[in-house]
């Protein structure tokens, strides 16, 4: 049942790939044990400061981008918990050989799988599937004052998401582009 990792093309942001214990009741997944080595590797002494869940019911809805500026910047373990959605990951550290770059991955319950979102890196995703969850470990406490993100469709960045939008928040359309930060 031990997870392994997959590097990205942006240093920090991995992604999680964990085994399921499965007999005739269902299955049973480990979604984060900090003695394992892979976790131990990419959140090592961090602790867990909060957990949330968050649910989008339409398909082709965005959510984010979003981040903590510091001092208050944040690892995050996102997981899809039901249904599918499109992850990203963006790097919007400065003196990063990535910056501006952005990593996606297929997240859903039945894969496994997660992604990990290092400190001064931006997460988003979209909604592939109705009513879908996510869960999310976070290093940092939500700090409202701290929060930031950029647009999702910031020329700079050149996400290249999978389907038409459907609907975005009046504040997440609101996000400035990275040059405007």
């Known amino acids: 049942m031990a ?23 269902g299955f049973f997944l480990n ?76 997240l859903s319950p039945e894969k496994g799988n997660a992604l990990l979102i290092p400190e001064g890196c931006g997460h988003g995703f979209q909604v592939l599937e109705k009513d879908s969850e996510l869960i999310y470990l976070h290093s940092g406490e939500w700090k409202k004052e701290f929060e930031i993100g950029v647009r999702w469709n910031d020329p700079d960045i050149a996400i290249d998401w999978p389907l038409e939008l459907t609907h975005i928040n009046s504040r997440d359309s609101e996000l400035p582009n990275y040059s405007e930060l």
């Open 31 to 106: 979604i984060f044990r900090s003695n394992e080595v892979p976790f131990s590797k990419i959140w090592s002494d961090q602790t867990i400061k909060q957990v949330n869940i968050s649910r989008t019911s339409r398909v082709g809805s965005i959510r984010g981008i979003h981040l903590q500026k510091s001092p208050f910047g944040e690892s995050k373990i996102i997981r899809c918990i039901k249904g599918r959605v499109w992850d990203v990951g963006v790097d919007l550290r400065r003196n990063s050989k990535s910056f501006l770059s952005w990593h996606s991955i297929t």
């Open 3 to 25: 997870s392994k990792l997959l590097e990205t093309k942006i240093s920090g942001i991995f992604e999680i790939n964990s085994s399921f214990f499965k007999d005739e009741r």
